[in-house]
């Protein structure tokens, strides 16, 4: 079996919903670069508490397999696409 590596990178921000965005945003362009990105086990916390996290995703299982790529706090039925993300890929970056 193929030894797997996790890359843990710390960025901060002023709040939650900032941080919540900047994850997001960070694993959305991650795997448009072909990374192998994990949404649903994107989390944040505050620097001082990093064992309490806060979920970054929804990842809801769908019907029909998959899971949901919404925000946690969504308000929208459950989808495995993010309205408007489904732009063409940047020729050379994915």
Same mark, same amino acid.
């Given at each position: ?5 996790? @890359?843990?990178?710390?960025?901060? +921000?002023? #709040? =939650?919903?900032?941080?919540? @965005?900047? %994850? *997001?945003? %960070? +694993?959305?362009? =991650?795997a448009r670069l072909n990374a192998? /990105?994990?949404? $649903? !086990? ?8 990093? &064992?309490?996290?806060?979920? /970054?995703? &929804? #990842?809801?299982? =769908?019907? $029909? !397999? !998959? *899971? &949901? +790529? =919404?925000? /946690?706090?969504?308000? +929208?039925?459950?989808? *495995?696409?993010?309205?408007?993300? #489904?732009?063409?890929?940047?020729? !050379? @970056?994915?």
């Amino acid at each position: 079996m193929t030894e797997r590596w996790v @890359i843990h990178l710390p960025v901060s +921000a002023p #709040d =939650l919903m900032r941080a919540r @965005i900047f %994850a *997001r945003t %960070a +694993a959305r362009v =991650l795997a448009r670069l072909n990374a192998r /990105v994990e949404p $649903g !086990g994107v989390t944040v916390s505050t620097e001082d508490q990093q &064992c309490v996290r806060h979920w /970054v995703f &929804c #990842d809801r299982r =769908l019907p $029909g !397999g !998959g *899971r &949901c +790529a =919404l925000p /946690v706090d969504h308000t +929208a039925p459950s989808s *495995r696409r993010v309205p408007g993300l #489904d732009r063409p890929r940047v020729p !050379g @970056i994915g």
